[in-house]
């Protein structure tokens, strides 16, 4: 028996967020066990460094499926199968059905690279530099069946400066996510976050807004 809590992570590129996950799990800085890692590209580098880390891997190709509904009901049986009580998306970049985000409701987190509600969808940090914005940064949320909607759990701000290009904000705020998400985790398998009717909580108490973090390091 294990005390430690067993989570799956879907990804579709370089999980590096599955990588900052894993390494202080093993570290013994976070008590998950991650009991898979699944993509939906068998090309995501990510799987060969969860492979490096011991960790069981797992591919489900959308196109592999007659119709998008048995891609659907197939990932959940598989990530079912692997007996998470948390399921961690980690640049997973299919948009999932309602049957499976209800199948893992309030187990089921996201990390977004963008201050939400600002910026959901895709390339965050080019709008954030188009904008004009003075702060930028990363999400961690509950899914629910709006994209990027959920309730918000955690974020980690940085200041936009003047020579930040996509690359550096790219680098920078995944250096934020590498500090979040850990962190949110973590909350949740020592029992004080979950999500209770519809809105995230925190030792009991409703998240109105989520924590913040401002993070100088990464702000160079
Ligand atoms: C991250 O920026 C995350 O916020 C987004 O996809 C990216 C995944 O990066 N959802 P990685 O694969 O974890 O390196």
């Known amino acids: 028996m294990t005390d430690k809590l067993p989570v799956v992570i879907l990804i579709s590129g370089h999980g590096s967020n599955m990588c900052a996950l894993a390494d202080r799990a093993k570290n013994g800085d976070l008590p998950i066990e991650i009991h898979a890692v699944i993509s939906d590209r068998p090309e995501a580098p990510g799987l060969l460094r969860a492979q490096e880390r011991g960790i069981e891997t797992a591919v489900l190709r959308l196109q592999d499926f007659n119709s998008r509904e048995d891609f659907d009901i197939r990932l959940g049986e598989t990530v079912e199968r692997f007996g998470p009580r ?14 499976f985000v209800r199948k893992f409701a309030g187990r089921l987190l996201n990390i977004h690279p963008s201050l939400l509600p600002k910026y959901s969808g895709l390339r965050t940090h080019q709008r954030a530099l188009e904008a004009g914005d003075r702060e ?9 069946e709006e994209l990027d909607g959920g309730p ?7 200041s936009l400066r003047s020579h930040d290009t996509v690359e550096s904000l ?11 998400y850990p962190q949110a985790v973590e909350w949740f398998a020592s029992g004080r976050l ?10 009991g108490r409703i998240l109105n807004s989520p924590i913040q973090l401002a993070i100088e390091s990464a702000n160079q």
């Not at 790219?170 to 979040?180: C, D, G």
């Not at 979950?194 to 030792?203: K, N, S, Y």
């Open 136 to 144: 930028h940064g990363a999400s961690v949320h509950f899914v629910t």
């Open 170 to 180: 790219s680098a920078k705020v995944h250096l934020v996510e590498h500090m979040i």
């Open 86 to 99: 948390l399921v961690l998306l980690a640049g997973y970049m299919k948009i999932l059905s309602s049957h």
């Open 194 to 203: 979950e999500l209770r009717e519809g809105v995230a909580r925190m030792d």
């Open 152 to 158: 918000l759990v955690i974020q980690g701000r940085i």
